[in-house]
């Protein structure tokens, strides 16, 4: 399984971006899949993650904010990130967890999210 992660940027507070995880090779076998976040000087968090039948869930951070939504025939998971704030900047990852696995085992490069006036 392959990801490849876009979308990140520059953007103001209040402000809105939209990444996009697009997915390729053995995609069926993918189960779950998810956003992380590293910000500097901070552990990786998970931010939403979307399971195959379609329950989401989100870090309490951005509930209400951010939401992770998938398309299931251009095979990509997106996380429309709304009102965001100084603090939702860092470099954001999607990663796939495959049926059985116990963690994501495959992750994408990851792209620069900044929040700045």
């Known amino acids: 399984v392959q990801l490849q992660a876009s979308g990140g940027g520059l953007v103001q507070p209040g402000g809105s971006l939209r990444l996009s995880c697009a997915a390729s090779?053995?995609?069926?076998?993918?189960?779950?899949m998810g956003w992380y976040r590293r910000a500097p000087g901070q552990q990786r968090e998970l931010v939403a993650r979307i399971i195959s039948g379609g329950t989401t869930n989100y870090a309490d951070s951005v509930k209400g904010r951010f939401t992770i939504s998938r398309d299931k025939f251009k095979k990509t998971v997106d996380l429309q990130m709304d009102s965001l704030k100084p603090e939702d900047t860092a470099l954001y990852y999607c990663?796939?967890?495959?049926?059985?696995?116990?963690?994501?085992?495959?992750w994408g490069q990851g792209t620069l999210v900044t929040v700045s006036s």
């Open positions: 090779g053995r995609i069926f076998s993918i189960n779950e």
């Open positions: 990663a796939a967890k495959v049926l059985g696995a116990s963690d994501y085992e495959y």
